[in-house]
């Protein structure tokens, strides 16, 4: 232990690798709960009864789940970057191009950004798939009675769709929070 007290008092490791751990934290909890709450909020819009052409629409997350990341990634990097169709339609607009992707301070929240977002484009359609499944499997007989007794669509949702889908997720949310702590290919591509 004392050896690491030396490391990190030695210049600017320790006030930079708080920094650093700070950010994977909240990374890896925003990432994780974006892609969640998305990919179930994509899921309970595509199981509604009333929603035509839901296995049409299903089609779009997964089209976008069936492209390999490091593709996506090098798209994004691409449409972000100084020169890319982003900067382009946002001069054509009458704005100054916005560097999204360079070491300057107010560049980094834009590029944190970007990688919430480009993880969420990866990540969310099989969380959708997952969530989809799980959402066929949860027995109507509970919200029926539940609408019986007076239950919201918000309180069913609250006291019955959520615990039975955290329940069912909750092994796949702590691996994928350990693969969003330890995922260096977003920020690097």
Do not use: C, H
């Amino acid at each position: 232990l004392s050896a690491w007290g030396k490391i990190l008092s030695l210049g600017n490791i320790g006030s930079t690798f708080v920094k650093i751990l700070g950010w994977n934290v909240t990374w890896a909890v925003l990432s994780t709960l974006l892609n969640f709450l998305l990919g179930l909020g994509m899921a309970l819009l595509l199981n509604k009864k009333n929603v035509k052409g839901s296995k049409f629409w299903r089609a779009f997350p997964i089209l976008a789940y069936a492209i390999p990341g490091f593709i996506s990634m090098l798209g994004f990097k691409f449409m972000f970057s100084q020169s890319g169709p982003i900067n382009y339609y946002i001069e054509q607009a009458g704005f100054n191009k916005i560097f999204f992707l360079t070491n300057d301070a107010s560049a980094k929240w834009w590029a944190r950004g970007i990688g919430l977002f480009v993880n969420a484009w990866i990540s969310t359609p099989s969380i959708m798939l997952m969530t989809t499944g799980i959402l066929s499997n949860i027995n109507t007989d509970l919200y029926e009675a539940a609408s019986l007794d007076g239950a919201s669509p918000f309180q069913q949702f609250r006291k019955i769709t959520l615990p039975f889908v955290v329940f069912s997720t909750t092994p796949v949310l702590i691996s994928q929070f350990v693969g969003n702590f330890n995922n260096f290919g977003i920020f690097f591509f």
